[in-house]
């Protein structure tokens, strides 16, 4: 029973150790300090300091963003690192801002993301005159409306709110400017798509598509579903021509027939469709046998015979 006291008596010492050793540490406004979070409601975050008091960050000190949603972005046991902006609160926690600390090391974190060409997931935040707004390490990034899609935005507004994916195109830490996008992962996201496409199309399917453009070298077909393909000029018609013009014209429906996929291209052809009904008529005059057409002759002919 006596040594169950002094191991009690032991751990108190220590514990009361920590803390009076927690409560002698020195702590100036402008110190960097990381905590855990032990709280989260709307509009503040409590963190344990491992000190005589708890720090608070309150929402507005939490991020550039206006709008942050702390529920959304934190949660009980996360580790936060903010800056001591005033050691005594209202009831005697420390007030700290995070916003603060970002701004110490956030911008070589966006020039890393931009030379490693990552992606990031954001929100849209805001909608101003010529794009959206949107925080990436707390950082407020402009994102202009040619970047959001491969086509062109007609109306911002929709934007608000949206979830998506972008990279850092900008990095300017002296002029405070972040610029982001999300056309480049859009144009690679599509292309291996259009590959995906390609790979399951055939060679020697015949299909129908429109003209869309014409080049001094051929014709570029759209067949739909986002894919195309190009009539090289000696494709289009048996007779020899200076330029696809001379034939056809852009948006004129025709039919083509697959001759090759390489390197996630499509190879067409107008003039292998007339090889296509050469074959057909070829078939059909086949299937008329030249036997037939004469016993069928013959027997006409006897027919017709009288003997006497």
Request: no cysteine; net charge negative; hydrophobic share 40%.
């Given at each position: ?22 409560s ?6 402008g ?8 709280s ?9 300091l ?28 996360d580790e936060?690192?903010?800056t ?9 926690q ?10 110490e ?23 101003v ?9 707390g ?38 400017k ?22 399951n ?13 014409l ?18 000029i ?7 021509i ?15 027939k ?13 003039k ?5 009904a ?31």
């Amino acid at each position: 029973m006596a040594e169950e006291v002094k191991v009690t008596e032991a751990l108190s010492m220590a514990d009361l150790e920590e803390e009076l050793n927690a409560s002698l540490k020195q702590i100036h406004e402008g110190d960097i300090l990381t905590g855990t979070v032990i709280s989260v409601t709307d509009d503040e975050v409590i963190l344990d300091l491992k000190y005589y008091t708890e720090g608070v960050i309150r929402r507005a000190d939490f991020s550039e963003d206006p709008m942050v949603n702390l529920k959304e972005e934190v949660a009980v046991g996360d580790e936060i690192s903010a800056t001591v902006v005033r050691r005594e609160g209202g009831n005697g926690q420390i007030m700290l801002s995070r916003k603060e600390a970002n701004a110490e090391f956030a911008w070589d974190r966006l020039q890393e993301l931009k030379d490693l060409n990552k992606n990031i997931h954001v929100k849209v935040a805001g909608v101003v005159k010529s794009g959206v707004i949107a925080y990436v390490e707390g950082i407020r990034g402009f994102i202009p409306a040619s970047k959001l899609s491969l086509e062109y935005v007609e109306d911002l507004e929709e934007w608000l709110g949206r979830e998506i994916d972008v990279r850092v195109i900008t990095v300017d830490e002296e002029d405070q400017k972040l610029v982001l996008s999300a056309r480049e992962i859009l144009r690679e996201r599509e292309a291996e798509e259009r590959k995906t496409r390609v790979s399951n199309v055939t060679v020697g399917l015949v299909t129908e598509g429109t003209v869309e453009s014409l080049q001094p070298y051929g014709a570029f077909v759209n067949l739909g579903n986002g894919l195309s393909g190009l009539v090289h000029i000696s494709q289009i018609s048996e007779k020899r021509i200076k330029h696809p013009s001379a034939v056809l014209k852009v948006g004129d429906q025709v039919k083509v027939k697959v001759i090759a996929v390489k390197d996630g291209k499509l190879s067409l052809s107008m003039k292998a469709l007339n090889d296509v009904a050469a074959e057909e008529i070829q078939e059909e005059t086949i299937e008329l046998p030249e036997t037939e057409s004469i016993s069928t002759n013959l027997g006409s002919l006897f027919a017709n015979l009288k003997l006497n």
